[in-house]
């Protein structure tokens, strides 16, 4: 597990970002650990974040020109991720879209930098990919092409089939989506991990239940 994926898992933790429990997912799974990125919700804590963010997708070797994020947790993501990646020399523009069209002003759904070229998607998790499918669609409609999908963390979880949300994504759109870290780096953490190593069987307990492969 590189670095970067470790120091991140180590951060959430410290942010009470990630903790472990007993919590009920949005499938109304009994899952052992929840993941919330809204609680990234300061400014030394967002600016972490997107640093993390520009570290997996220099790392990824995804080639791309601008950077997209969906609303609305996406906005602020794909907007400190262009900060960080400008603090490593690689200057990118960025938009994002309302939820509803504006009609006035400059009027429309679309935000920001003119999409065009490769665009990469920035958002917190892939759980539906509702928020990636009409991305992709914004995207196409004015004419550029998706790059892929950047997310914080891929909880390598089957939906309502035999594939992951994410596998899902990349199946349907030919998309490679990159993930700061994923269930196994987090079971890799766990065990490496004195203090939280008690977690770990739930943690296995339910990637054998609901986990897909890589």
């Given at each position: 597990?590189?670095?970067?994926r470790?120091?991140?898992?180590r951060?959430?933790?410290e942010?009470q970002?990630?903790?472990?429990g ?20 300061d400014g030394?804590?967002?600016?972490a ?10 790392a ?11 609303a ?18 690689r200057?990118?523009p960025?938009a994002y879209n ?11 759904v679309?935000v920001?930098?003119p ?5 990469l998607i920035?958002d917190?998790?892939?759980t ?6 009409e ?14 999908v ?5 909880r ?10 994410v596998?899902?994504?990349?199946q ?18 766990l ?9 770990l069987?739930?943690v ?7 986990g897909v492969?890589?």
């Amino acid at each position: 597990m590189s670095d970067f994926r470790q120091d991140f898992i180590r951060f959430a933790l410290e942010r009470q970002v990630l903790r472990f429990g007993e919590f009920t997912t949005k499938a109304g799974r009994q899952s052992p650990y929840f993941f919330n990125a809204g609680l990234f919700n300061d400014g030394a804590s967002t600016l972490a974040l997107s640093r993390f963010y520009a570290s997996a997708i220099e790392a990824s070797g995804i080639g791309y020109d601008m950077l997209f994020g969906p609303a609305y947790k996406g906005i602020i993501l794909a907007a400190a991720t262009s900060m960080a990646l400008a603090e490593r020399g690689r200057n990118v523009p960025f938009a994002y879209n309302r939820k509803e069209a504006k009609d006035h002003g400059e009027g429309g759904v679309l935000v920001g930098a003119p999409l065009q070229g490769r665009v990469l998607i920035i958002d917190d998790v892939i759980t539906a990919g509702t928020s990636v499918r009409e991305s992709v669609r914004m995207i196409r409609d004015a004419g550029a092409t998706p790059a892929g999908v950047a997310i914080a963390l891929d909880r390598m979880e089957r939906g309502t089939g035999t594939l992951s949300a994410v596998q899902e994504v990349e199946q349907e759109y030919g998309l490679p989506v990159v993930a700061i870290a994923t269930l196994k780096d987090l079971m890799a953490f766990l065990s490496e991990s004195p203090a939280l190593s008690a977690n770990l069987e739930a943690v296995r307990a339910y990637r054998a239940r609901y986990g897909v492969e890589d």
